[in-house]
């Protein structure tokens, strides 16, 4: 999604939760070498909001990530019945109808968060609509399934290589203290094999 001859933003939601999502956007500009990265927390219960204005909100589901979280496309629907499918067309109708109770931060088109209602697709011509309890029940079961598996953050792996890394650590100088005291013992029976030598 280009702004204006700025840059571009990418949106990589990574952790869905019941009230925060928190989402990585990479922004990238054309004036500089470098990338800058910022977190934005999302909270759902802003998302909520139109829906208790009236609004709707939809997701279409095509799938489940491995990560379990779902895939689809998301829809809003207006108390007047018009559908939007990106942030543009949502910002018009606001501004365009004086809505000022409601704003962009109101809305997400991501399908990862569980805001509104579901349709499941069937095969036949008309899709299974689901609640936000039953996607989340089925996510619930799909993560207790041996094929789920689960988002390891960047935070997590660096924590595991720092213990992997000082085991490691530890290891060898176990190791390094074992080989010194054999060393030492080694060392201690040549001495006193020649002072027993000695003697005789």
């Not at 990589?12 to 910022?38: D, I, M, S, W, Y």
């Not at 489940?64 to 543009?88: A, D, H």
């Not at 962009?104 to 095969?123: A, C, H, M, Y």
């Not at 290891?171 to 006193?192: G, T």
Request: hydrophobic share 35%; proline share 4%; glycine share 6%.
């Amino acid at each position: 999604m280009r702004l204006g001859m700025v840059g571009y933003w990418f949106v990589r939601v990574v952790v869905v939760g019941v009230k925060t999502v928190t989402v990585h956007l990479l922004f990238e500009c054309p004036c500089g070498p470098a990338n800058k990265k910022r977190k934005l927390e999302i909270d759902v219960r802003e998302i909520r909001i139109p829906l208790e204005h009236g609004w709707r909100r939809e997701t279409l589901i095509s799938g489940v990530s491995r990560m379990g979280t779902i895939k689809g496309e998301v829809s809003y629907f207006t108390p007047c019945g018009r559908r939007f499918r990106q942030y543009p067309d949502v910002v018009r109708f606001l501004e365009k109808n004086n809505i000022s109770d409601l704003t962009r931060e109101n809305f997400s088109f991501s399908p990862k968060i569980l805001v509104g209602d579901f349709l499941q697709p069937t095969g036949g011509d008309e899709p299974v609509r689901l609640s936000e309890e039953q996607v989340v029940r089925r996510l619930e079961e799909l993560r207790a399934t041996k094929n789920y598996r689960p988002h390891t953050s960047n935070a997590h792996r660096m924590e595991a290589a720092r213990l992997a890394q000082e085991q490691k650590i530890q290891q060898q100088l176990e190791k390094e203290k074992a080989a010194m005291m054999a060393k030492e013992a080694k060392r201690v029976a040549k001495e006193e094999a020649a002072r027993q030598k000695e003697h005789v």
